[in-house]
């Protein structure tokens, strides 16, 4: 079955503690995308990969960071949590960057 | 800079009823346009989406979209609204002339349909 994969589903850490969020999909997209969701503020784009080892910031970049060293996987990284982290968070894929995106089922994280 | 505006929060239809749920967007070059629904604690499904040619977009569930140029709007519309379909609607718009990669959201609506 085609899909996004995103895990853990659910996590609770604090602040300060690394953590690694996984994505990954099967479909051999090219184009791959991590967003958080919050009330009243809609998706906003953390960061996106155009392909292999190459990725940019989106239009909250700060305090995450990303790598893509297989077209599969393009986990996020929280290096040292905050608070104001805690959040929806939502990995997507497209063959393409104008291609419909398909979405990850959400990791809810809350950072204490 | 490329923007997206859901002018209502939450959106109260009938079952039976026509439902229209609203998009406006801002993009300095011809926009991509698309619309993504989302269950409770399920992820985002892509619903329908304008690139170009016709104004009206038909998509998944029985959904359509109007693009308008001149109004900058892209509302999503459905002639008999179900119980089932209550759920948050999110527009989104990406420019196609400037290279930006993003993909940018309206902060939501949220439809409720009543039996």
């Known amino acids: 079955e085609a899909q996004v994969t995103q895990n853990p589903r659910y996590l609770i850490t604090v602040t300060g503690k690394k953590l690694t969020v996984t994505c990954s999909q099967n479909m051999n997209h090219e184009y791959m995308s991590w967003y958080r969701q919050d009330p009243g503020l809609g998706l906003r784009q953390i960061y996106y990969?155009?392909?292999?080892?190459?990725?940019d910031k989106g239009d909250v970049p700060e305090g995450y960071k990303v790598s893509r060293k297989e077209k599969r996987n393009f986990p996020l990284i929280l290096e040292s949590p905050s608070p104001n982290q805690t959040s929806l968070y939502f990995c997507?894929?497209?063959?393409?960057?104008?291609?419909?995106?398909?979405f990850g089922p959400g990791t809810r994280l809350l950072v204490l | 800079a490329q923007s997206v505006a859901q002018p209502e929060d939450q959106v109260n239809v009938a079952e039976g009823n026509p439902l229209t749920v609203k998009c406006t967007y801002s993009v300095s070059g011809n926009p991509y346009l698309f619309w993504y629904v989302q269950y409770p604690n399920r992820g985002l499904q892509f619903l329908l989406k304008y690139i170009t040619g016709d104004n009206l977009v038909k998509g998944s569930y029985g959904f359509e979209a109007e693009f308008n140029k001149s109004q900058t709007s892209f509302h999503l519309k459905k002639p008999s609204a179900l119980v089932s379909d209550s759920a948050l609607y999110f527009c989104a718009v990406r420019d196609m002339d400037t290279g930006r990669r993003a993909l940018t959201f309206g902060s939501g609506t949220r439809l409720q349909v009543q039996p």
């Open positions: 990969s155009m392909n292999v080892e190459v990725t």
């Open positions: 997507a894929s497209s063959p393409r960057v104008q291609e419909t995106q398909y």
